[in-house]
T-cell receptor, first 116, second 115 residues
């Protein structure tokens, strides 16, 4: 089955620790994205990558870092610099970012991060 | 980023009733997407619209791409308890300074169905 997987589903960390969230896709999509969702809020873009070995900051990149060494994988690290890291994190992918139908994004199941 | 205004913010309806929600923008969009998010899960694509005036159905769901290209509507007929969730509209816009398009999302319509 083609799709996007995120792991783990739930993650608990102590304040001050870095934590890495996994995102893998087997859809052969070039573009991948990370979003943050807070209760009652919409989706806010953290980082995105249009192609391997390239990534761009989104609207709320501070305190986060990413890498894109493989087409299938786009891990997100929540660093200790992120002041309010507890949230629901969503990964997505699309064929492209060209402004047309191939921009349709498909989402993973999400990771809920709780920092204690 | 670009703003999409989605309404209503929440709805409480009786099982069997029809539901309507809409999304508007001050700018033109070439694509409108409708997603549903179940609690604790990622959004799932329901319907994608690619042409002004297009009317597309997916089971009990029907969505329309407004003729002005600045709005879209989603209707759910004969609601059932599993329709509960948050419905998001989204559309691609030119992301400033990066030479790419990103999706902007409405804040969602939270649907509750009373059995």
């Amino acid at each position: 089955d083609g799709g996007i997987t995120q792991s783990p589903k739930y993650l608990f960390r102590k304040e001050g620790q870095n934590v890495t969230l996994s995102c893998e896709q087997n859809l052969n999509h070039d573009a991948m994205y990370w979003y943050r969702q807070d209760p009652g809020q919409g989706l806010r873009l953290i980082y995105y990558s249009q192609i391997v070995n390239d990534f761009q900051k989104g609207d709320i990149a501070e305190g986060y870092s990413v890498s894109r060494e493989k087409k299938e994988s786009f891990p997100l690290t929540v660093t200790s610099a992120q002041k309010n890291p507890t949230a629901f994190y969503l990964c997505a992918s699309s064929i492209s970012t060209s402004g047309g139908p191939t921009d349709t994004q498909y989402f993973g199941p999400g990771t809920r991060l709780t920092v204690l | 980023g670009q703003q999409l205004n989605q309404s209503p913010q929440s709805m409480f309806i009786q099982e069997g009733e029809d539901v309507s929600m809409n999304c508007t923008s001050s700018s033109i969009f070439n694509t409108w997407l409708w997603y549903k998010q179940d609690p604790g899960e990622g959004p799932v694509l329901l319907i994608a619209l690619y042409k002004a005036g297009e009317l597309t159905s997916n089971g009990r769901l029907t969505a329309q791409f407004g003729i002005t290209r600045k709005d879209s509507f989603l209707n759910i007929s004969a609601s059932i308890p599993s329709d509960v969730g948050i419905y998001f509209c989204a559309g691609p816009y030119a992301y400033s300074g990066a030479g790419s398009y990103q999706l902007t999302f409405g804040k969602g319509t939270k649907l509750s169905v009373i059995p």
